[in-house]
């Protein structure tokens, strides 16, 4: 079993990501599921704006869109900005939209029997906004998302540090974090031995 992170972040590499950090608990807890974790880092990539599975030459998203098709999991993970997912994470959003015309050669929806969930950090409130617009648009899309498959960390209403510079609140996220993993991991193994067939027509 195969899991994709997608971190959106708006900081691009090498520069140290507090989604990111946040991300890597599940990663790790996935691990411990016997689940292969790849982390694509969305704004280091030419990922033009549209709602196609391919945009033309330099677009880099056909190579995510490959990467999720190979993966039963999917972690989106976004910072909170304004209240609301990042810039990076709408983009992403927009660019799978094209998965909702995409079908296997059973005529199911690609990602049907596919499982997601969310990770949000930001140092203002908004996570549960963050989480229900996230795992909206996937559920849209076709992903299963299972309960309590999110883990977010924030220090409350208004701003104050980051995830990577506070310790407080990291027992907590850090719980749910592996919880979310193994919910994720077990729902995805479930699909895999009762998958779902293609819609009724």
């Known amino acids: 079993m195969k899991a994709l992170v997608i971190n959106c972040t708006l900081k691009a590499s090498p520069t140290p990501s507090n989604t990111e950090a946040l991300a890597d608990v599940v990663s790790t807890g996935l691990r411990q599921q016997g689940v292969r974790v790849e982390t694509v880092r969305a704004v280091d990539l030419a990922i033009k704006p ?33 209240g609301r997912p ?12 094209a998965m909702l015309s995409e079908t296997d050669q059973e005529g199911r929806p690609v990602a049907y029997n596919r499982v997601a969930g969310v990770v949000v950090t930001g140092n203002e409130d908004g996570a549960h906004h963050v989480i229900s617009e996230i795992s909206g648009a996937l559920a849209d899309i076709g992903y299963t998302v299972p309960g309590q498959a999110w883990t977010y960390w924030h220090l409350g209403p208004g701003p104050g540090p980051d995830y990577l510079d ?16 193994a919910n994720l991991a077990g729902v995805a193994r479930a699909l895999a031995a009762m998958p ?6």
């Not at 990042?86 to 939209?97: C, G, I, K, P």
């Open 86 to 97: 990042s810039s990076v994470a709408q983009r992403v959003l927009e660019r799978m939209d």
């Open 196 to 201: 779902l067939g293609p819609p009724p027509e």
């Open 50 to 82: 549209g709602v196609v599975t391919d945009a033309g030459p330099g677009d880099a998203w056909p190579e995510v869109h490959e990467k999720l098709l190979a993966s039963q999991i999917l972690v989106m993970a976004s910072p909170t900005w304004l």
């Open 166 to 181: 506070e310790e407080r609140g990291h027992d907590w996220s850090h719980k749910t974090a592996r919880a979310m993993a």
